[in-house]
């Protein structure tokens, strides 16, 4: 993990000077390189994770798209920002400097960067395993890449976003819009098959390697494309159960399971968050965590300022609703949601939320922010020791030993659930046994009826503010965006009362109105449309 870290940082040091300021690549793929050894192929390999280096660990990994999930019913800013509002009360205009508008560039480099591996690297005189290697992971990334801005800039009505391959002529990379967004997910799965057939088994990569992609995250990255696309063609939920079979049907050493702990299974959920369960049965994809260089994103969410102790950020903040949605036992709600009177450890510290540290140093009754009552603590264990071997010690920084999860089994059990019971009704009996699976982990009865109900909560409660995916897609695919944002988002506030800890609801956020005539997508970046004519702009915008 650590030499990986490192080669990213060394590639994207090297590769930094070849991107370009325009949203598309402008210098021909194929173009005259310096490679011509393995290592030299490695690097180009290492810089596509440009988008997870020092330089963007902020603003496309710590926070980016995640400023739109604060559309979602799941999500409060938790803290003042003016240009989120916009964001979630569907006002945004295409030149919200909020850092999400960084994500179209950084993510069509590394389309470009893509590209011309599978340009140049057919030809070259290195290493077989080598070569497949770097096309299979150049593949997986254009896919990837592509994947993370679709759902939020294309649809039916506006088209996709701009298609840019290895074969694209010079003359044709600012090329009009795809009439629909169907054909950017075509494209997505198509390369995600490519890049499963170049691609070894994660059991066939070395420890250093880790954090390479492999077949199974080609899958399921397919199968999560065709889910997204299910919702303009149902015939691609045959895709997301062709893809999630792949995953599920591997044996020996790929086997992928749900993560039980070993010695307490009521803990199971709890523990997967933790570094030792990185790339455990469950693991799919994520971003390396490194307490030097890692990605941002799980100190960004936890309490403004840490209470003095680290400088965790504050942001996306859940609401009263997510709260409310899981089912009473459920051991996912109290590992997701820090409440008031409920403990945590931090740097080293056992406070009670709402209320004081053990040792009577800390009070933590009073919130920086009315939307800030509760608290994201899913991904907080880094900092339960207050060790800096397992958190930067740049108390700013927020780099940790965490992986960022982006995809694990979790999610291809919902997802094949899922287009089991939207393609062969409700009470799939193999629906209602995978279901049956999630909610068991979780410490809920097996029993469920397979509805659509059951599933979109299962999968609401089970993914709650993972990076990826994002609940803020589902509702909207789902045709549930105008109904829910409708009604007002809560939280709770807490005041200590004769030395009981009392909490009273807040509504925090009115209804909105959500038009899904034009509110399904964002506005494309202003930043977009530097040196391009045929770009346009998505209509309301």
Excluded at 444 to 452: C, F, G, H, Q
Aim: charged fraction near 25%; hydrophobic fraction near 35%; include cysteine.
């Amino acid at each position: 993990m650590k030499k990986i870290l490192l080669s990213i940082c060394l590639a994207v040091s090297a590769f930094a000077l070849s991107g370009c300021a325009d949203f598309l690549e402008r210098e021909p793929y194929g173009r005259d390189t310096s490679w011509k050894t393995d290592e030299d192929v490695m690097k180009a390999v290492y810089a596509l994770y440009y988008f997870v280096s020092p330089h963007w660990s902020e603003e496309i990994c710590g926070r980016g798209h995640m400023w739109f999930e604060c559309a979602s019913d799941n999500v409060l800013i938790g803290r003042d920002r003016p240009a989120v509002d916009e964001i979630r009360e569907f006002r945004m205009s295409p030149s919200n400097d909020q850092d999400v508008k960084n994500v179209w560039g950084v993510m069509y480099q590394n389309v470009a960067k893509a590209n011309n591996i599978i340009k140049l690297v057919p030809d070259l005189n290195i290493t077989e395993s080598v070569k497949k290697l770097a096309l299979g992971t150049a593949y997986f990334f254009r896919g990837f890449s592509m994947l993370w801005m679709v759902p939020y800039y294309g649809d039916d009505t506006n088209g996709g976003i701009p298609i840019i391959l290895d074969t694209t002529p010079m003359d044709e990379m600012d090329s009009p819009r795809p009439d629909h967004v169907l054909k950017n997910y075509d494209q997505i799965i198509a390369d995600f098959r490519r890049a499963a057939e170049e691609l070894p088994y994660f059991s066939e990569l070395s420890t250093s390697q880790y954090g390479l992609p492999h077949k199974a995250a080609a899958w399921a990255f397919a199968a999560r494309a065709a889910l997204y696309a299910a919702q303009y063609d149902a015939s691609y939920y045959n895709t997301v159960i062709e893809m999630c079979d792949q995953v599920m049907g591997m044996t020996g050493a790929d086997k992928r399971s749900l993560y039980i702990d070993p010695e307490d299974k009521s803990k199971s959920f709890a523990n997967l968050w933790r570094k030792e369960q990185n790339h455990c049965s469950e693991y799919i994809f994520s971003l390396e965590g490194d307490a030097t260089n890692g990605a941002r994103y799980h100190g960004v969410t936890f309490v403004n300022t840490g209470w003095g102790l680290y400088n965790t950020w504050g942001y996306y903040t859940p609401s009263l609703e997510l709260w409310n949605a899981f089912e009473e036992g459920d051991q996912r709600r109290e590992v997701t949601i820090l409440y008031p009177g409920n403990h945590v450890k931090f740097m080293g510290r056992d406070i009670t939320f709402g209320g004081y540290c053990t040792d009577g140093s800390i009070s933590s009754y009073t919130t920086s922010h009315v939307s800030a009552g509760l608290i994201n603590q899913k991904f907080i264990s880094p900092w339960e020791t207050g060790n800096y071997t397992e958190v930067s010690n740049q108390r700013d920084k927020l780099w940790n030993t965490l992986n960022v999860c982006l995809m694990r089994y979790a999610d291809v059990l919902l997802m094949k659930a899922e287009a089991l019971i939207w393609t062969q009704g409700e009470g799939n009996g193999e629906a209602k046994a995978l279901l049956g699976d999630i909610r068991e982990r979780a410490g809920l009865p097996r029993e469920n009826a397979a509805t659509k109900a059951e599933l979109q909560n299962q999968r609401r409660c089970e993914l709650a503010f993972e990076f990826q995916p994002s609940r803020h897609i589902d509702v909207i695919r789902w045709g549930l965006a105008q109904e829910y944002y409708a009604k007002p988002l809560h939280s709770v506030v807490s005041k200590m009362v004769d030395g009981q800890i009392k909490t009273e609801e807040v509504e925090v956020y009115p209804g909105r109105t959500f038009n899904p005539t034009y509110n399904k997508v964002f506005p494309i970046p202003e930043t977009a449309f530097n040196g391009t004519v045929n770009l346009k702009q998505n209509k309301g915008y």
